[in-house]
């Protein structure tokens, strides 16, 4: 019984200090999508700025508990070479637009209502996060949110501001 309570620890713990794991430096797949402004955004387009990109839907709790406090991280340092691209994958734009503007966010909302771009980062949890340095490779990945982990994106955020 102890034993495998703690395995299930230790698993538990591995699985946590994985979730932000470098990436082995994989350059992230480009994509575009349609901008609630109506206009592209194409994330090759943003290679020499850091960018978080985080998938989100309105009917995930943690997703809409963490948009104020990206926007929060958003507005700290987007002047400082950050892009943060809120990536919904609704179906209905409608609902998603609605829910980013009553959340108040100010960073650009994307809408993958096909969900081929969560298709293509092999994404099967919502929040899901990928942070990208300025030459386009992904280096860190947070699945799901907690509260806190804001602090790590901050932390992962400003290493790369220096790089």
């Known amino acids: 019984m102890i034993r495998s309570l703690l395995a299930a620890v230790l698993a538990t713990a591995c699985l946590a200090a994985t979730a932000a794991a470098p990436l082995a430096n994989a350059v992230a797949p480009d994509f575009t999508l349609r901008g609630a402004d109506g206009r592209n955004v194409r994330l090759d387009e943003l290679r020499g700025q850091v960018v978080l990109v985080n998938f989100w839907a309105t009917w995930c709790g943690p997703c809409r508990e963490e948009m104020p406090r990206l926007d929060t991280l958003y507005q700290k340092y987007h002047k400082s070479g950050f892009v ?20 108040g966010v100010s960073f650009p909302v994307l809408l993958d209502t096909d969900k ?31 509260a806190g982990t804001e602090g790590d994106y901050e932390q992962q955020i400003r290493g790369l501001l220096k790089e």
């Open 84 to 103: 943060l691209l809120g990536v919904n994958v609704d179906d209905d734009p409608h609902t998603a637009l609605a829910t980013a503007a009553k959340l």
């Open 116 to 146: 081929k771009v969560s298709k293509l980062y092999d994404l099967n949890t919502m929040p899901s996060t990928v942070v990208i340095d300025r030459d386009g490779k992904m280096r860190f990945l947070h699945r799901g949110y907690r």
